[in-house]
């Protein structure tokens, strides 16, 4: 299993944050079922202000490229995403093809 970490910001608006934390309180069936088949076994999103965090633990053959693929042959994935996008804003960093972007561990701690 390997863990992978991703950010994003929302757009800085109460009402839309509010209606994203919403959307994701009852998350399409089609979305959650697209999840698995990508090999994602655990994700969890955290925010603060306008800020995400997206901890993903994911089957060793995950990749991001078969997730890309799987999701643009999925009409309803596609339609999640652009529904989605209406609350979401790239990171200043971000590439120009990029939402999520992935972070890199930079300490560990185990007792």
Do not use: C
């Amino acid at each position: 299993m390997k863990r992978y970490a991703l950010t994003l910001d929302l757009k800085d608006d109460a009402e839309l944050i509010q209606a994203y934390e919403a959307h994701h309180r009852a998350v399409w069936p089609e979305i959650l079922q697209s999840l698995q088949q990508s090999g994602i076994l655990h994700m969890e999103i955290y925010r603060v202000a306008n800020r995400l965090f997206m901890v993903m633990d994911v089957s060793d053959d995950f990749s991001f490229t078969n997730k890309e693929a799987l999701d643009k042959s999925n009409p309803r994935v596609m339609e999640w995403e652009e529904l989605m996008w209406k609350y979401q804003q790239r990171l200043p960093f971000a590439k120009p093809d990029e939402k999520w972007v992935l972070m890199d561990k930079i300490f560990h701690y185990s007792a």
